[in-house]
Nanobody
């Protein structure tokens, strides 16, 4: 049974930092890409970053230079380090595993997400 458990969210002031974790089980973590998504209130869920099994990464333009995605294959865990947070980063953040065609294709499994609120 696939499990994706996100944690690390919270309330932070603009300019602050958070580190999200995604602990996984039920699939071969080392052979899949891992992605972080976010869904702001009233909006669709969007891909923020992904990391290939090789370690190559991709980010949406708005988080480049501020967010860093990483993975630890020994712990079946993915991370998202978020620095210089802005109010527009406020959202529920989700992780997922997936495969690659021309894009990152997530599985149908989703965790409960972790809420990030950036506000003064």
């Amino acid at each position: 049974q696939v499990q994706l458990v996100e944690s690390g969210g919270g309330l932070v002031q603009p300019g602050g930092s958070l580190r999200l974790s995604c602990i996984t089980s039920g699939f071969d973590f080392s052979i899949f890409g891992m992605g972080w998504y976010r869904q702001a209130p009233g909006k669709e869920r969007d891909l923020v970053a992904h990391i290939r099994p090789t370690g190559n990464t991709w980010y949406i333009e708005s988080v480049k230079g501020r967010f860093t995605i990483s993975r630890d294959n020994t712990k079946n865990t993915a991370y998202l380090q978020m620095n210089s947070l802005k109010p527009e980063d406020t959202a529920v953040y989700y992780c997922n595993f997936g495969y690659y065609t021309r894009t990152f294709n997530p599985s149908n499994n989703w965790g409960q997400g972790t809420l990030v609120t950036v506000s003064s």
